[in-house]
């Protein structure tokens, strides 16, 4: 190949795709080499998008001008907003979604890209001069010359597939592994690790009884990930169900763990903990009489079924056996198996913030690569390091999120900063300030980084500040207008909380926690008034005035905690430190210090085995 890229994103799934968008929409020319072009955006495992942490993660690439988004709204056969009864924070937005419309709009938006280029092969070697990438070998022997390489590989380098007994070659059903790129980077020096993730049988579920299953049916009034309008709350929602196993069910999964790849030693690589195996449950959790199961439709157009909660590598003989016992599913037949997949993945300690690699200048490294699991963990690491990428080439500042602007910034602080030896899953928990980073105001959070960048249009800002102003209004209203007793009282106690003796603002009614803005809005026409004049925004409007009012304080208290963290952050450490001089220092804070190479004093706090003293030892270290 003749022709020359700024970047090279190796890998066609959710990572490598965000990661050739935002770089190619950025104005670098990007070519995205891929091992199969018909599975571009594939979703390899459930067909759905969010959930809990997870949710919020798509909003956030969405609000930074990612697709993943708009591509799940245009592809959505149901939408549920999960933990409503919950607080705020813990709001999560989650689509189920049509399997290949999916990919089909991956597809068509990266072919609607004008900087994004396609070649279908698999690469067997980057190449680098002088510690700094310059091209790329494919296995059909093509140099590509590039600038900077995006890899991107999910469970392809040396993955292996396991049913059973059977193991064969291949990172997903029906395609090959990769092989080459980790010995490569091993002898460069990187240090390499080994995973595994598994998917559950696929069902036709014409076979299936439904009438024996819960239905589990979207929201009556459903919304969407993307702010953008160009997408439209899903119609005519399919329903998924929820079924369960039991002791029987159990019993015959057992009598396959003899020649189960996890339980005779042929998989060493770590599961994922938040989800696991069918056996892995019913040993690990052996008190349990049941287990939920999920049953999601992959699509409109077909019948085929996917068993959510029933991943296994267990034989085929046993997973039918044991699948035709769960209750509506006596006459289930499988189209194909469920199996694990065991893959290479490199400790993402070994990588800097903007997720390039500390040994190779300009290599990038993002999704399962760096110990993750998930569609929308690898979509906002693609996008990062497309980002960044991008910058890198132009000498521009990198773009980093820091953990109390966005779910993004924990999730590749906890990477970087903490390691991972288990595949990585965001979780609300792992977020100290989920209060400010919440689903709802994603857009308020990052747009305007974005749009600084220039990824985000203007169209996009425009919104925001258009949406911030009419909160601002109408927060402005429901302070001024005032309400008699006689006038709210009617309304109000039939709400549960106490009756007014005097006068008070809208404001300080919608402090109570029984009533809400819908409770409210009614008392003033000038109210009614100033939210309409929203427009389309309004219903975001409102949702934000609400929470914001309502979780004042708590928002404060987190914005106050993000300021005094902050002040650690502003403090550099020198990349090159000789820690081991430093002999105050605890001989664990030495080597993890050494090996993990902080770039702050506040990431430095965040490391295990950093004490509280180590830190006091590097604050006179460095003269404070």
């Known amino acids: 190949m003749t022709e020359s890229y700024d970047i090279v994103v190796v890998g066609g799934g959710h990572a490598g795709c965000e990661a050739a968008a935002a770089a190619a929409n950025l104005g670098s020319r990007t070519l995205l080499i891929t091992m199969n072009m018909g599975v571009i955006g594939q979703m390899s495992c459930n067909p759905a998008m969010g959930g809990v942490a997870k949710g919020q993660i798509v909003r956030e690439v969405d609000a930074l001008g990612g697709y993943s988004g708009i591509v799940s709204d245009r592809s959505a ?17 989650r689509t189920q979604n049509d399997r290949n419309q999916f990919a089909a709009e991956w597809r068509h938006m990266l072919e609607s890209t004008p900087n994004v280029h396609f070649w279908q092969d698999s690469v067997v070697e980057i190449l680098e001069a002088n510690g700094r990438v310059t091209g790329v070998r494919t296995g059909l022997g093509t140099v590509v010359h590039c600038r900077a390489v995006v890899l991107t590989s999910g469970t392809f380098l040396n993955g292996v597939m396991h049913t059973g007994e059977r193991q064969m070659g291949g990172g997903r059903a029906g395609e090959k592994a990769s092989f080459g790129i980790t010995e490569q980077l091993v002898q460069w020096g990187f240090e390499a690790g080994r995973m595994k993730t598994g998917t559950p049988p696929r069902v036709d579920g014409r076979s299936i009884d439904y009438s024996l299953l819960e239905p589990q049916p979207g929201d009556l009034s459903p919304g969407k990930f993307s702010y953008s309008p160009s997408t439209a709350p899903v119609r005519d929602q399919l329903p998924c169900w929820i079924a369960y196993t039991d002791q029987a069910v159990h019993d015959t999964l057992r009598t396959g763990f003899d020649r189960s790849p996890m339980f005779n030693g042929r998989i060493q690589g770590i599961g994922p903990r938040y989800c696991p195996s ?8 052996a008190d349990k009489e049941r287990h939920q199961l999920f049953v999601e439709p992959e699509g409109r157009n077909t019948v085929e079924t996917y068993i959510n909660g029933f991943s296994t590598s267990l034989p085929e003989d046993v997973q039918i056996a044991a699948l035709r016992l769960i209750p509506g599913f006596s006459k289930a037949r499988m189209f194909r198996p469920g199996y ?20 190779i200048n300009r290599l990038y490294f993002a999704g399962q690569i760096n110990g993750t699991t998930g569609y929308e963990e690898a979509a906002c690491q693609g996008l990062m390091a497309g980002i960044n990428a991008h910058l890198a080439l132009s000498d521009q500042e990198p773009f980093v999120l820091k953990r109390d602007e966005a779910y993004i910034g924990v999730l590749i602080d906890d990477l970087i900063t903490k390691g991972t030896e288990e595949p990585y899953r965001m979780f609300t928990s792992r977020a100290e300030f989920r209060i400010l980073l919440r689903q709802d105001n994603a857009d308020i959070r990052l747009t305007r980084r974005s749009w600084e960048i220039g990824l985000a249009g203007h169209d996009r800002l425009d919104r925001v500040e258009r949406k911030q102003a009419a909160a601002q209004q109408l927060v402005k209203c429901l302070r001024s207008e005032s309400i008699t007793p006689e006038a709210a009282n009617e309304v109000i106690v039939p709400r549960g909380t106490s009756a007014l003796r005097q006068g008070v603002k809208l404001f300080e009614l919608l402090l109570r926690p029984q009533l809400t803005y819908a409770d409210i809005e009614g008392l003033s026409p000038a109210v009614v008034q100033v939210a309409d004049s929203s ?18 304080g708590y928002l404060e208290k987190e914005r106050d905690m993000a300021e005094k963290l902050a002040r650690l952050e502003g403090v550099p450490l020198d990349l090159d430190i000789d820690y081991s001089r430093l002999t105050s220092l605890s001989i664990e804070a030495r080597q993890k210090l050494d090996r993990i190479r902080p770039q702050t004093l506040g990431q430095a706090s965040r490391i295990s085995g950093v004490s509280p003293s180590d830190l006091s030892v590097l604050m006179v270290y460095l003269g404070r």
Not at 278 to 285: L, V, W
Request: net charge negative.
């Open 77 to 93: 056969i149901q939408f549920r907003m999960l933990n409503k009864s919950k607080g705020p924070a813990m709001w999560s937005p």
């Open 278 to 285: 069918i056996e892995d449950k019913i040993d690990r959790f």
């Open 340 to 359: 694990a997949v065991e893959y290479d993945y490199f400790p993402p300690t070994q990588l800097l913030h903007t997720l390039e690699t500390k040994l």
């Open 535 to 552: 427009g389309d925004l309004r219903q975001e409007v409102i949702e934000q005035v609400e929470i914001n009012v309502k979780y004042d």
